[in-house]
């Protein structure tokens, strides 16, 4: 409380001065850490520890920031940008590791992004609690928690058994991807497992377009599609016609219906809550988390293994481009022999069996090729085959390996379930999925088995090539070159001569065929089990007999891009099995009769016997009276996940001493904060109001006069350190003890856009930090 001294001052925590300037007012929080994010000069987005320490920053050319947001979690940072996409980046890492398209059409600006957690836990029947268990002689230490023998056993994670995945070569990529699995701290961060602890967790990712587009997506990127809802509220026989933005939400982890704030595009004296009932997490037939995850695992496996595909294209290309320039060097000097033309596959046959050097031949030897050229060959082949080796049996297999363990468990649940719900999937598809998975694992090996083999013989091949060419050089034969070629193994240079120099049989996997083929296909329907495979062994046996094959059945671009589209399918059921379990309900519309200033939202979470109910806190500040917040409860019943029609209150707080309101935020199920500029020595001070404390009068929205309360209701701090300091904006966050203890805090920014200042809260004024343990915490946000 203020006392004639001045208000208590809250404790500094760090200041300093962001470079560049804040733009677009985009500032967030992280939720666990001390790490504030800005965005600069419009397209930079910039990554800060306290005392202005830079982590990381990241740009897209031709693109700005429109929207920037941490996961409640704090290991994800999403940012929206002009060109439609969220990109979402790790804590630890600077790349943006997922790309997703927000819309189901063209481009759309993202304006509004929010992170949501929710609870989720179905069980089939009622467990045995530990008492119980420690009765029957079952527990020999009494546990701290009941037991779910079942559900743990559903949550192993059979993949950390495995191998952790290798980074990828930094160059040779392709796309969005190229340098995101480059580095083991990126792949840990796409590929983590998911936590026993958070089994029960489903975090949702709602984004807000420019065309009035209402995106979803679950566990960091699995889609769920893109929603275009207009309100309805009590007194409406239809839809309210035009666009509507997204400019607030609100949850709460333990309710599954969502409070989305939306404005219509031509009025800006009216806001709308329309609740957004996710049903698909109060009572989904199979476990959110554990479906999420596997699916978004499997998404970014098959990214993996396209770039590393990629990978292996280009390192295959690579063994044979400078070979094949060489090669071209003397063809034609070949073809016009006055003995006739030959090949140059004759013509080294010729030298290996006779000795014998064709003019062109050695005047290519000596001139073109030289010892020097020799030496780029040797290294071009072998480093392609050696670096096609290690990606094939460090990237390519054990990333199929994982995929197969995932296809596995997703068999088991489509088994499961196939017969009684819809979710999305069959076992037709699953095993079709697997069948590929089989091809690709099969192609894989022969891979390794051919570039092993083209080794060897290339480097007999080597050695011959080189002895040739100091014959050459020097024509009375040393003792060392006698030696060497004594000990020569001409039936492999004949070999590699033979089979490998003009074409590898490794082009059967890596031929670019489909560049003469707009649209390639691999040529097979639906088929499933040893038939694939036995389609596959036969092509091969057609090609090595030199019949006409089905080019695209062995070729790994073109059966991982299948496989891709196998595996898009599923996910699109699973999106679509989903999406019917969204619902928007009746909307509850906020009017203070003229422009809007400032909003906020909050959800709140009240249970009764028999249900829950969902609690919708909006405040609105009016664009003519910046001296008092007019704050609006919507209050409506959950039935099965479902919400019913709200009934509406709404009460009216002026703010003491005179003061003007410069921001406000909610912070908890409890606390209001107002950014106030005061009359007095205190030009700013951080008010603090008890928004459902039973001083507050809300009374029914219908009503034409609301008392304005004013004493009673606020708590006064003040800021130290604020000399010259003139702050615009404020951004709030509970406290947190997931990665140590962290106080709630403030974070002023200053006129300049640069300078800031952020301050802790008082321990009495944050329950965030004790809720968040018991999984009941509440948030929202608007603009």
């Known amino acids: 409380m203020a006392t004639e001294a001045g208000p208590q001052q809250l404790r500094l925590v760090s200041k300093g001065t962001f470079n560049p300037p804040v733009s677009g007012h985009h500032l967030t929080l992280n939720p666990v850490i001390e790490l504030?994010?800005?965005v600069g000069d419009g397209n930079v987005l910039y990554v800060w520890r306290p005392k202005d320490e830079l982590v990381s920053k990241y740009t897209e050319r031709n693109q700005t920031v429109s929207a920037i947001r941490w996961k409640e979690d704090g290991q994800f940072l999403a940012a929206g940008w002009s060109d439609g996409f969220v990109r979402l980046f790790g804590l630890e890492s600077s790349k943006a590791l997922h790309h997703i398209r927000a819309g189901d059409g063209g481009p759309a600006k993202i304006e509004f992004i929010a992170w949501s957690r929710n609870t989720t836990r179905k069980r089939s029947g009622p467990l045995l609690p530990s008492s119980r268990l420690l009765s029957q002689g079952l527990l020999v230490d009494e546990p701290q928690e009941t037991l779910d023998l079942p559900h743990d056993l559903e949550f192993i994670e059979i993949e950390t058994a495995l191998p952790k995945l290798s980074p990828l070569p930094v160059s040779g990529g392709t796309g969005d991807d190229m340098f995101v699995f480059s580095t083991t701290s990126s792949l840990d961060f796409v590929f983590r497992p998911c936590k026993a602890e958070d089994a029960?967790?489903?975090?949702?990712m709602t984004v807000g377009t420019a065309d009035g587009g209402i995106h979803l997506s679950i566990y960091d990127s699995f889609i769920i599609g893109t929603f275009r809802p207009s309100p309805i509220t009590a007194g409406m026989t239809a839809p309210a016609r035009g666009s509507f933005h997204l400019c607030g939400h609100g949850f709460h982890p333990d309710i599954s219906t969502h409070s989305l704030l939306l404005r219509p595009q031509d009025d800006s004296a009216k806001l709308y809550v329309l609740p957004m009932d996710l049903t698909f997490i109060h009572d989904s037939p199979i476990n959110l988390s554990l479906l999420a995850s596997k699916t978004t695992t499997l998404q970014n496996l098959l990214r993996y293994l396209k770039q590393t595909q990629s990978h292996m294209a280009g390192e295959f290309k690579s063994s044979r481009e400078?070979?094949?320039?060489?090669?071209?060097?003397?063809?034609?000097?070949?073809?016009?022999?006055?003995?006739?033309p030959i090949t140059i596959v004759q013509a080294l046959c010729h030298t290996v069996t006779t000795g014998d050097v064709f003019p062109p031949m050695k005047e290519w030897l000596l001139e073109s090729l030289t010892e020097r050229g020799h030496k780029r060959w040797d290294k071009a082949v072998v480093s392609g085959l050696q670096n096609l080796r290690a990606l094939v049996h460090e990237n390519f297999l054990p990333a199929l390996e994982r995929c197969g363990v995932i296809l596995s468990r997703l068999l088991g649940i489509a088994r499961?379930?196939?017969?009684?719900?819809t979710i999305g999937f069959t076992v037709v598809q699953i095993r079709g999925l697997m069948d590929m998975v089989s091809c690709l694992t099969v192609i894989a090996r022969n891979i390794l088995a051919n570039v092993m083999d083209e080794l060897d013989y290339f480097s007999a091949f080597s050695v011959w090539l080189r002895m040739e060419?100091?014959?050459l050089v020097s024509p009375s034969t040393s003792d060392e070159l006698s030696e060497k070629e004594v000990t020569m193994d001409h039936a492999k240079v004949m070999t590699y001569i033979q089979r490998y120099l003009i074409s590898s049989p490794l082009a059967l996997y890596f031929d670019d065929f489909w560049k003469a083929e707009p649209t390639p296909s691999i040529g097979i329907g639906a088929e499933t089990g040893s038939g694939l495979l036995d389609l596959l062994d036969e092509q091969i046996r057609k090609h090595d007999a030199g019949l006409g094959y089905n080019k695209g059945l062995p070729n790994v671009a073109c059966l991982v891009d299948h496989l891709v589209t196998l595996a898009s399918t599923v996910f699109?059921?699973?999106a679509e099995a989903e999406r019917r379990g969204v619902r928007f309900g009746q909307a509850t519309e906020i009017s203070v009769g003229e422009k809007i200033w400032k909003h906020d939202i909050h959800v709140c979470a009240k249970t009764t016997k028999?249900?829950?109910?969902i609690v919708t806190f909006t405040a609105v500040v009016p664009g003519s009276d910046k001296k008092k917040v007019n704050i609006f409860r919507a209050t409506a019943t959950i039935t099965n996940g479902i919400s019913g029609d709200a009934s509406v209150a709404v009460t009216n707080i002026g703010l003491p001493d005179s003061g003007t309101i410069v921001d406000m935020k909610f912070l908890d199920d409890t606390s209001l904060l107002v950014l106030s500029r005061q009359k007095g020595p205190a030009a700013y001070v951080l008010l603090r109001a008890d928004y459902q404390s039973s001083q507050l009068s809300y009374t029914a929205s219908s009503a034409t006069v609301v008392t304005a309360v004013k004493d009673g209701i606020w708590t006064t701090l003040g800021f130290s350190d604020m000399t010259a300091f003139v702050p615009i904006q404020m951004e709030v966050q509970k406290s947190s003890s997931a990665r140590g203890e962290i106080a709630g805090r403030v974070c002023?920014?200053?006129r300049d856009n640069a300078a800031y200042r952020t301050y802790a809260l008082p321990e009495d004024w944050d329950v965030g930090g004790e809720l968040e343990q018991e999984g009941a915490t509440a948030t929202g946000r608007g603009k």
């Open 610 to 613: 028999d249900h829950p109910d």
């Open 200 to 204: 029960n967790t489903v975090h949702v």
């Open 322 to 340: 400078l070979p094949n320039r060489f090669i071209l060097g003397v063809q034609e000097d070949l073809q016009k022999m006055e003995r006739g």
């Open 572 to 574: 699109r059921g699973i």
């Open 748 to 750: 002023l920014l200053g």
């Open 469 to 471: 060419i100091d014959k």
């Open 416 to 421: 499961f379930h196939e017969a009684r719900e």
């Open 36 to 38: 504030t994010t800005t």
